[in-house]
């Protein structure tokens, strides 16, 4: 008797450039999707009429989409050095998850993947991520927040932001906080699943975690910017661990000019693929199936990570 397919909806709230939202919709459909049973839940709330229409034929393709428009037309201000968020957004932002979880719930998904619409992923990241067995768990990307500045992945260890361990009441001096902070960049790029206190925007969430109470749902004690954070404190709370995984790094599309850098992605991506099947090819014997994977996995997130990096090293 064949196992049953694990259920996944991916969802994704979108306002996006015509041009990374193609880019975005084409990496949905390369995700390898081998014993799953994949739907999508997408929220339209673009103020471009070709990124409406993008997600129109995306959905009328028969890839059992549920697209629904978000009757909003909030302005929402980027350039080519930085996104401009107000708290209205955020919490419109908070509110479409929200929408997708429940979802999830009702109509009893095994995991819903919420993404954001200027990633690029890798084909393998979504079978990959639920092969960890972890309940919340997010795959790296690295972004340079503000150009000049050195590549940053969007996990972090506590607070708002903070990319460093500390215990509680700790008093670390700056050269200490620099020392761990580039620690922690420096471990990130080493493939591997690593615990973490904050995550979001490639985000795998169990039924489990879902069944528990995990939601974006503001905390009102809290004052932290972003609907992320609240998310993640509420996990901890419920005591649902946080875990970032680094096989598989995402291509972040976070400026126009970050469209450059999909043709390299695409091609290293397929590239890291195709070694994976050569690992199958039961003539190739000097090496297991399990270790030539995780060589071309070594591989493609070394490649890609070195791309404006190490990060921590300007």
């Known amino acids: 008797?064949?196992?049953?397919?694990?259920?996944?909806?991916?969802?994704?709230?979108?306002?996006?450039?015509?041009?990374?939202?193609?880019?975005?919709?084409?990496?949905?459909?390369?995700?390898?999707?081998?014993?799953?049973?994949?739907?999508?839940?997408?929220?339209?709330?673009?103020?471009?009429?070709?990124?409406?229409?993008?997600?129109?034929?995306?959905?009328?393709?028969?890839?059992?989409?549920?697209?629904?428009s978000s009757g909003l037309h909030d302005?929402?201000?980027?350039?080519?050095?930085?996104?401009?968020?107000?708290?209205?957004l955020v919490w419109k932002v908070a509110g479409f998850k929200n929408?997708?979880?429940r979802r999830a719930e009702a109509f009893g998904y095994d995991y819903l993947f919420l993404i954001d619409s200027d990633l690029i992923l890798h084909p393998d990241t979504l079978l990959h991520l639920i092969g960890t067995g972890r309940d919340i768990v997010s795959e790296v990307f690295w972004t340079q927040w503000q150009p000049g500045t050195i590549l940053q992945p969007q996990v972090w260890m506590h607070d708002e932001y903070n990319q460093w361990d500390a215990e509680p009441g700790e008093q670390l001096s700056q050269e200490e906080i620099n020392r761990r902070f580039h620690a922690f960049l420096a471990k990130?790029?080493?493939?591997?699943?690593?615990?973490?206190?904050?995550?979001?925007?490639?985000?795998?969430?169990?039924?489990?975690?879902?069944?528990?109470?995990?939601?974006?749902?503001?905390?009102?004690?809290?004052?932290?910017?972003?609907?992320?954070?609240?998310?993640?404190?509420?996990?901890?709370?419920?005591?649902?661990?946080?875990?970032?995984?680094?096989?598989?790094?995402?291509?972040?599309?976070?400026?126009?000019?970050?469209?450059?850098?999909?043709?390299?992605?695409?091609?290293?991506?397929?590239?890291?693929?195709?070694?994976?099947r050569l690992s199958k090819d039961p003539l190739q014997q000097e090496e297991t199936g399990g270790q030539k994977a995780g060589r071309a996995a070594a591989e493609f997130a070394a490649a890609f990570t070195e791309r404006g990096t190490p990060p921590g090293r300007s």
């Open 99 to 101: 929408l997708m979880i």
């Open 188 to 276: 990130l790029q080493v493939p591997g699943i690593y615990e973490v206190g904050g995550l979001g925007a490639c985000t795998l969430i169990s039924s489990r975690a879902i069944a528990s109470g995990a939601s974006y749902d503001r905390i009102r004690n809290i004052s932290y910017w972003g609907e992320d954070r609240h998310f993640c404190i509420r996990a901890a709370a419920l005591g649902i661990p946080l875990y970032v995984d680094t096989h598989y790094p995402a291509l972040h599309l976070y400026r126009d000019s970050d469209l450059d850098k999909v043709p390299d992605f695409i091609r290293l991506t397929t590239e890291a693929e195709a070694r994976q």
């Open 1 to 68: 008797m064949s196992e049953s397919k694990k259920r996944v909806l991916i969802g994704s709230p979108i306002h996006q450039k015509p041009q990374i939202l193609q880019e975005f919709l084409d990496s949905l459909l390369r995700l390898r999707r081998e014993g799953l049973e994949l739907n999508f839940y997408l929220i339209d709330d673009n103020d471009e009429e070709e990124s409406s229409r993008l997600l129109g034929t995306f959905a009328a393709s028969g890839n059992e989409v549920f697209l629904q």
């Open 75 to 88: 302005a929402y201000i980027r350039n080519d050095t930085t996104h401009f968020w107000n708290s209205n």
